[in-house]
């Protein structure tokens, strides 16, 4: 049984739509959390695969039904419905890293209480995915979304664009970013990154519109360029040779805090 407070450290919000096996998966997995300072919230796009009926059987989740405009339009509802210090996402499919990784988080954010957190990630079959510094998110996303705990009353108002399809969370997190002021590097894997997502499978995609996000913000034209260049080698040698690709990633890059 899930255990909330009034005013709970931590929202885990979870989106999901006609993935019963994926939001299974991840209600095992937050459900077997030790830390229990929390609240779940899953914003369901009207499932027709037996979403509804799992949704019923769930004890202590706030659930959020209706139509929605896409992932990041789910995901809004998500931040207009919680309540918690932090907010961090769960889609449906996605995992912690393991059953003590909640309260690995909520130390962290205890002891430093930082705007923002991020930690590192697992991908594939096995591969250990090092976080990039938050001090080069021009170069895109630092670490993986579920990965990434941002503090709700920095928010405020702010919002995925929904406008974009695949990179509002790059979007979104490089606002963010700009206005936080404590920023808090946690090396540990805090995620099983499920591959064949969405922005996975529309990678190209996903660059042109962080380009976009990125010349919206100012960057210069030519440094635009170049890390458009940059994450296409990077896409390239991931695909041909994985192995290289995660030693690369696995290697320490310094001080981040």
Known sequence: ???????????????????????????????????????????DGLSKDGTAEYLETLEGARIIRGKDDGIYDAMNKGIDAATGDYLIF?????????????????????????????????????????????????????????????RRDKIKKMRYDTSLKIAADYGFTARFLRNSEKIYYLPAPLCLFEKGGVSEQNQKEGRIEQFSVR???????????????????????????????????????????
């Open 215 to 257: 010349r919206g913000s100012g960057v210069n034209t030519l440094y635009n360029i170049l890390i458009y260049m940059g994450q296409s080698t990077a896409a390239f040698l991931k695909q041909k040779a994985p192995a290289a690709y995660y030693a690369l990633r696995s290697l320490p890059v310094g001080k981040q805090n």
């Open 90 to 150: 769960m889609n449906a499919g996605d995992v912690f890293g393991d059953r003590f990784v909640l309260s690995t988080i909520a130390k962290a954010l205890e002891e430093n209480h930082p705007d923002f957190l991020y930690g590192d990630a697992l991908e594939g079959e096995g591969y250990y995915k090092r976080a990039i510094s938050h001090k080069k998110i021009a170069w895109g996303m630092i670490t993986h979304h579920q990965a990434m705990v941002y």
């Open 1 to 43: 049984m899930i255990v909330t407070k009034n005013v709970p450290l931590i929202s885990i919000i979870t989106i999901t739509k006609d993935n019963l096996t994926g939001l299974t998966r991840t209600a095992k997995n937050i459900q077997v959390q030790t830390f229990k300072d929390y609240e779940w919230i899953i914003v």
